[in-house]
């Protein structure tokens, strides 16, 4: 499975200074949380579904694939991009946002425990339950808008299956040391281990699930994802720094100003075998893991610094660095 994972409008701004190509940007500083922008890799089937009963074996495919699935968003944390540390966070995207444990809490735990309460489920109770998902769980918050929940037994020509839809949104808050990232961390440059930045981390999911009611099928083969978007937008805004301690190998400097970052990543997968239906089995998401990325994008960092050591003027314009 051909899996790409790009950084987007990654930049900083840093004592009002910025690039040419994101200058229209400084209009709104500092950045604010927003939702992902949804742009579906494929059409979305449209589904007449009916209300069926969901019977045990039915129940365990399904319960297996989205495990399936949660271990594969633990794979794709610390791949590539994802893993990339950022500037100003100090801190990589993919790990920040912790998508298998975000998965986890909030879609799949609550799904568990439905079966595991109702001796009698039926796929209505399932897209109500889906529908209810939204809730904050320590520093993850989940938001499901019920109304854009659907499910049940869809029978098309050539065969029949269990479908849900619903797009899965998530945001998550930590705190992170002010940092410059991987190439202020190689050139030696550090900031204060007390100067920290409030780093949010949001999630667009929008994915349908379910099963293939082909009785010849594998479990493996039978469970199947539609991933319609998926991607994740980073924002952190370091502002009002006051003569802010940095150490640059053997030189001591501070700096004062603000600092801030916008990050995206967008998760494109595609169809290996490129069925009528355009279903990723729980045996192609295991068999195939995330591909490398063939993008590389620059950020610039504008700041200014001083240092007296020695009598001398230390100042630096900018710093470059590459992700990818």
Request: proline fraction near 4%; aromatic fraction near 6%; hydrophobic fraction near 40%.
């Amino acid at each position: 499975m051909g899996l790409t994972h790009r950084f987007n409008r990654l930049h900083t701004v840093q004592n009002g200074q910025i690039s040419r190509a994101t200058r229209r940007r400084s209009s709104r500083q500092p950045p604010t949380r927003r939702r992902m922008r949804i742009e579906p890799l494929e059409p979305r089937i449209v589904l007449s579904t009916t209300n069926s009963a969901i019977s045990q074996s039915q129940k365990d495919v399904i319960l297996d694939g989205l495990d399936g699935l949660v271990q594969w968003a633990d794979d794709l944390e610390t791949h590539d991009l994802a893993a990339a540390l950022m500037p100003v966070a100090g801190q990589a995207l993919g790990t920040s946002l912790d998508l298998s444990e975000a998965l986890d809490t909030g879609l799949v735990q609550p799904i568990i425990d439905y079966f595991d309460n109702d001796p009698t489920p039926t796929t209505d109770e399932l897209v109500t339950t889906l529908g209810g998902l939204s809730g904050t769980f320590g520093n993850l918050v989940v938001d499901v808008d019920g109304n854009d929940v659907t499910g049940g037994k869809d029978i098309f020509a050539g065969g029949s299956e269990l479908v849900f839809d619903l797009v899965f949104g998530a945001n998550r808050t930590v705190a992170s040391n002010l940092g410059l990232g991987p190439e202020g961390n190689a050139r030696g440059i550090i900031f204060d281990g007390a100067t920290t930045v409030q780093l949010d981390i949001d999630l667009n999911f929008d994915i349908s699930f379910g099963m293939d009611l082909d009785s010849g099928l594998a479990p493996a083969d039978a469970f199947f994802l539609r991933v319609n978007d998926m991607g994740a937008t980073a924002t952190a805004n370091a502002a009002g720094l006051v003569s802010v301690d940095i150490n640059a190998g053997f030189f001591d400097a501070s700096a004062s100003g603000s600092m801030s970052l916008l990050a995206d990543l967008d998760v494109d997968l595609t169809n290996p075998d490129s069925d009528a239906r355009g279903n990723i089995t729980l045996a192609e998401l295991a068999q195939h893991q995330p591909g490398p990325t063939r993008h590389t994008h620059t950020i610039r960092v504008c700041q200014r610094q001083s240092n007296t050591q020695r009598g001398q003027f230390w100042r630096i314009h900018a710093l470059a660095f590459a992700i990818g």
